[in-house]
């Protein structure tokens, strides 16, 4: 017989869906181009996946995995299966068959529901009794999803679910080894959810575009809390810049999360003013730096609070916030203040938490903390050191209490005795009006140890040389900052959610100063 505590003061991801239901029944909760779905209708589609899954013999704690892009079908499935009490487990649908391969596995998942498109790559490598097909053509083999849910009960299923029982495992990227899998708590997303609306003062009456990958933490966690709160979802395949301000001008969205590079698509689109995007209110970037020349146009013309925000699977964002009306007072990669669920602290490699001014390692605490690593115990102790989480990130408390992200651990360029944050030359070097992107790293070298090396892509018909952009460098930074060579490329190795691999970058042009020391 169960606790009846856990029935009573129990915290889970499916109940958020239940509650908004019960009080936007007819309000409109998800729109895909011509399919729309009420919060109703959106809560009985979930519970009809849940119990397809309760009743073809899935128990508590079983993986059960999305490879899918954004679609309605996405959404129904990943809080279906958490109604359950089932684990979702989000596969990314860029990666190698191999990797992919690599997650299921380690996961120990049972179903996976895949896109078609998806699936048509490479069908063989699947078993057919083990995969639920979304957006199936009819006559093609396999289970549909929509067939999933036909004749289920619409009721929501009697499943024990506890606020720190796995709800979902998500694989980090891995750039040295495989990925690690991110245990994460039915609390840990409920109260991320509720800290999102809080900071961000969300109202039911938003329109979120929903464009970034919904696979990953961050796009899952905004969609939670603009679901929590009765807002309206629009959901978008993939990203193109005017069809995307198309979008915004039909369907009045109000609240936008993208990446710089997306903003930047938009706000220099040669056809922008012809569509009316002033319904547009909040613009929220992350994953990268956002240059001046684009923020200052954006917030100008748009007449939008652009903000940044920041986190990471290990710890459920958003955890800071470089809040709209901090945007033009101060310039640099600042990340702002802490989110209303966790604390923030500065900390030097012995524990000691740190003051104003010094750069240390960026650690947190809070309930949107992970569980764990998937079966790494070792891994999970390292980033717990001293009772608090560990991010890999450097930065400091400037005098204002603002954070400034100074880099990544493993980033920071040692050269010549010195160190050398990458993200401030890259920040300059955006800055530049012929750059597009550009990215910093160290690289091996002799002398230097570390030589500073910057990877450009020129914007669309400009041309820019390699003493054009040295000499830029040298007006704006210190000697040691400049970089010793800067290498011309077309387009970068990306992620799927918009981040530039820049271990691939390392390892392509490893060898680099070799060549050019042994020419003399």
Not at 125 to 132: A, G, K, L, N, V
Not at 172 to 199: E, M
Not at 431 to 459: D, F, Q
């Amino acid at each position: 017989m169960r606790e009846e505590i856990s029935v009573i003061n129990r915290v889970a991801i499916g109940d958020i869906i239940r509650r908004a239901a019960g009080r936007y029944e007819n309000k409109t909760a998800l729109v895909e181009g011509e399919q729309k779905l009420t919060y109703r209708e959106l809560d009985q589609a979930c519970n009809r996946f849940a119990n397809y899954l309760i009743g073809s013999g899935y128990k508590k704690g079983d993986g059960i995995a999305t490879i899918c892009g954004n679609s309605i079908d996405h959404v129904i499935a990943m809080y279906g299966i958490q109604k359950a009490g089932l684990i979702w487990v989000p596969v990314n649908p860029g990666l190698s068959s191999v990797e992919q391969q690599y997650i299921l596995n380690k996961a120990d998942v049972k179903v996976i529901i895949i896109d078609h498109a998806f699936l048509q790559a490479d069908r063989s490598r699947f078993d057919s009794s083990t995969i639920i097909i979304v957006n199936n053509i009819e006559g093609e083999a396999g289970k549909s999803f929509t067939e999933t849910l036909v004749g289920q009960s619409h009721e929501e299923p009697d499943v024990d679910i506890h606020d720190r029982d796995v709800a979902q495992i998500m694989f980090t990227s891995g750039t040295t080894g495989n990925p690690k899998g991110v245990c994460i708590s039915h609390l840990t997303v409920y109260l991320a959810s509720l800290g999102n609306i809080a900071d961000l003062l969300i109202k039911e009456s938003e329109v979120l575009l929903v464009i970034m990958p919904m696979f990953h933490c961050a796009q899952h966690s905004f969609n939670t809390s603009f679901l929590s709160i009765g807002a309206k979802l629009v959901v978008a395949k993939k990203f193109e810049p005017e069809n995307f301000m198309q979008t915004i001008e039909r369907e009045q969205g109000t609240f936008i999360f993208a990446l710089p590079m997306m903003y930047r698509a938009i706000i220099h689109h040669p056809n922008r003013k012809n569509y009316n995007l002033t319904s547009l209110q909040t613009c929220l970037y992350a994953m990268a730096p956002m240059d001046q020349t684009t923020l200052k146009k954006g917030i100008a013309e748009l007449e939008a609070d652009f903000l940044l925000g920041t986190g990471q699977t290990e710890m459920y964002p958003a955890t800071m916030f470089f809040k709209s009306e901090e945007q033009l007072k101060r310039f640099g990669s600042y990340w702002g203040t802490t989110a209303i669920i966790n604390d923030t602290a500065v900390m030097d490699d012995e524990g000691n938490l740190l003051g104003k001014g010094q750069i240390g390692e960026i650690v947190h605490r809070g309930p949107n903390v992970m569980n764990g690593y998937l079966d790494n115990e070792e891994a999970t102790k390292e980033t717990r050191l001293f009772g608090w989480h560990h991010t890999g990130d450097l930065g400091y408390w400037d005098e204002d209490g603002q954070m400034v992200f100074v880099d990544r651990k493993k980033d920071m360029i040692k050269t010549g005795g010195e160190n050398v944050a990458s993200i401030k030359i890259e920040q300059m070097l955006l800055n530049h009006e012929k750059i597009e992107n550009a990215i910093v790293v160290g690289l091996p070298h002799e002398k230097w140890i570390e030589a500073v090396t910057a990877i450009v892509r020129p914007k669309t018909g400009q041309e820019v040389t390699e003493d054009e952009i040295i000499a830029y460098c040298k007006e704006n930074l210190g000697g040691f900052q400049v970089p010793k060579k800067v290498i011309f490329v077309d387009e970068f190795p990306m992620t799927t959610t918009g981040k530039i691999q820049k271990q691939k970058l390392r390892v392509q042009y490893e060898s680099l100063f070799e060549d050019v020391t042994s020419m003399h």
